[in-house]
């Protein structure tokens, strides 16, 4: 499975910005879930944002009420619409899909990461 994310960039505070996140080679791999995480400089990686294939949604405390997560399965594509940006979103974002491969079991399968800056 590859998860080729991208959309990241240079925004001001108070900007938005839309990440996607496209899964292929997904051949024999159900997806349950798929969702973004965050890791910023000298700090552990953190939940942002899950979606299920069901359209369930869990979002971090820290970005509830200005970050959206959404889906289209048929795509296997996952977005992220961040609106409000602060300086303190300033990360790597990466991408993620749970998933059920054959009798190998649930694994989690990451992309490479798309940074995201916020700075005036």
């Known amino acids: 499975v590859q998860l080729q994310a991208s959309g990241g960039g240079l925004v001001q505070p108070g900007g938005s910005l839309r990440l996607s996140c496209a899964a292929s080679?997904?051949?024999?791999?159900?997806?349950?879930?798929m969702g973004w995480y965050r890791q910023a400089p000298g700090k552990q990686r953190e939940l942002v944002a899950t979606?299920?294939?069901?359209?369930?949604?869990n979002l971090g405390d820290s970005v509830k009420g200005r970050f959206t997560i959404s889906s289209d399965n048929a795509k296997n594509t996952v977005y992220l619409q961040m609106n409000s940006l602060k300086p303190v979103d300033t990360a790597v974002y990466y991408c993620?899909?749970?998933?059920?491969?054959?009798?190998?079991?649930?694994?989690?399968?990451w992309g490479q990461g798309t940074l995201v800056t916020v700075s005036s």
């Open positions: 979606i299920t294939r069901g359209g369930l949604t």
């Open positions: 080679g997904t051949a024999g791999f159900r997806i349950a879930s």
């Open positions: 993620n899909a749970y998933g059920l491969w054959g009798p190998m079991g649930w694994s989690t399968q």
